[in-house]
């Protein structure tokens, strides 16, 4: 079965550097999707980034950016010049190619951003 | 064009008693999905729905819980009887084919 790991349950970072959220997975597939959700405390759930896997190019938005090592099973988000209104939940997900639109979710990382 | 719209957004319950959440997805998309967030157990998939379709249901948690689509534009979720570990936020999500999801701004369900 597919598991997502976020092993930072929480991370801090200063107003305008830079902070990076690990998350790691295990599938036997070769395709397959990588997400990442922010939660603020609306608990409203908004996809920051996606990632197809058989892109070997990083996605990037803006700040937000992502280093997608396929071997290694690692899928980890940057986020650059950090705002406040970046604090929030931060959840990683993969989602497995084909008919399932299932996702599956890491536990989290709440990101603190001090002024 | 509007996103995932939940109702209601809070809903406190008490024990025994019925419970619907309601959904509407965003035009256009042919899946819908229900998730639920706890804190002992996260985000967790419970059903979705592909065209109107039940596809996966192996994530609702007992038969106190059942989910209807009668159409493309309107999702329920029941929870019958409601028991106090039910209380969560449920989220409904939509997409388009295989693409991304985006959520709804969720129902927080407290169950006395």
């Known amino acids: 079965a597919q598991t997502v790991t976020q092993s930072q349950p929480e991370m801090s970072v200063q107003e305008a550097e830079t902070v990076t959220l690990s998350c790691t997975y295990d599938?036997?597939?070769?395709?397959?999707?990588l997400f990442w959700y922010k939660q603020p405390p609306s608990r409203q759930m908004i996809l920051v980034i996606r990632?197809?896997?058989?892109?070997?190019q990083n996605a990037t938005e803006n700040r937000f950016s992502v280093n997608f090592q396929k071997a290694a099973k690692s899928f980890s988000l940057k986020i650059s010049d950090s705002q406040l209104g970046d604090a929030a939940m931060y959840f990683c997900a993969y989602r497995k190619s084909g008919n399932t639109g299932k996702l599956i979710f890491g536990q989290g990382t709440t990101l603190q951003v001090k002024p | 064009d509007a996103g995932v719209i939940q109702s209601p957004r809070h809903e406190v319950t008490e024990m025994g008693q019925e419970v619907t959440l309601r959904c509407k997805p965003i035009s256009g998309h042919d899946y819908l999905f229900w998730y639920r967030q706890t804190m002992m157990r996260g985000l967790e998939l419970l059903i979705y729905f592909n065209n109107n379709v039940p596809i996966d249901d192996s994530g609702m948690p007992e038969d106190r819980f059942s989910a209807k689509m009668p159409n493309a534009s309107f999702s329920t979720l029941k929870i019958q009887p409601s028991e106090p570990r039910d209380s969560a936020v449920y989220f409904c999500?939509?997409?388009?084919?295989?693409?991304?999801?985006?959520f709804g701004p969720g129902t927080r369900l407290l169950v006395l």
């Open positions: 999500a939509s997409s388009f084919y295989k693409e991304t999801q985006y």
């Open positions: 990632q197809e896997a058989y892109k070997q």
């Open positions: 599938t036997s597939e070769s395709d397959y999707y």
